[in-house]
């Protein structure tokens, strides 16, 4: 366990402070993506059911102020269906471009050497260039992580908003 952490401390340490923010917003992203998960699997069951309650037991389901509760009913389902959605897509949005920083705070670094050590030692043009690209490979590697665990989670809420349009149709007429 601990020569786990030594590598993983070892491998943020070659990739600077940007890779550290990576992986704060990995965290960020993925909690809040298991949170979408979680409210799947068990929140919203209960809430469809108590929608689809609140509407069977009603008997007027034609009038026009009938359909403006169901419209209201059908807005609700898709906010909270749809809750998060668009911060888990902004999250991604920003990995790619916290590796591009993590890209040019290396090359600066590489500058910074070769303007004050010259090109003789190439020990340290590598440290920078190695600097360089981790945070880019990780902040790649994070959004394709999120763009399908994303993909699943868009797939599944279309599923789940004509789902309940088609249950609470089952009424009206």
């Given at each position: 366990m601990s020569d786990s952490f030594d590598a993983l401390l070892s491998f943020m340490g070659l990739g600077g402070t940007v890779l550290w923010l990576i992986a704060l917003l990995v965290f960020a992203m993925w909690t809040l993506i298991l949170e979408r998960l979680i409210?799947?699997?068990v929140?919203?069951?209960a809430f469809r059911h108590q929608l689809l309650e609140v509407?069977?037991?009603?008997?007027?389901?034609?009038?026009?102020?009938?359909?403006?509760?169901?419209?209201?009913?059908?807005?609700?389902?898709?906010?909270a269906i749809d809750r998060n959605m668009a911060l888990i897509k902004t999250l991604i949005l920003l990995c790619p471009l916290f590796g591009l920083l993590g890209t040019v705070t290396g090359m600066i670094e590489?500058?910074?050497v070769l303007s004050v050590?010259?090109?003789?030692?190439?020990?340290?043009?590598?440290a920078g260039i190695s600097r360089a690209t981790i945070p880019t490979m990780a902040g790649?590697?994070?959004?394709?992580?999120?763009?399908?665990?994303?993909?699943?989670?868009?797939?599944?809420?279309?599923?789940?908003?004509?789902?309940?349009?088609?249950?609470?149709d089952i009424g009206t007429g």
């Open positions: 409210f799947h699997r929140g919203y069951r509407w069977t037991t009603r008997e007027d389901k034609s009038s026009w102020y009938a359909r403006r509760i169901r419209e209201a009913m059908l807005s609700r389902a898709g906010q590489v500058f910074t050590a010259g090109s003789g030692d190439v020990k340290p043009i590598a790649m590697v994070a959004a394709l992580s999120g763009v399908f665990a994303m993909t699943w989670l868009s797939r599944r809420a279309v599923r789940e908003k004509a789902l309940i349009q088609d249950q609470l």
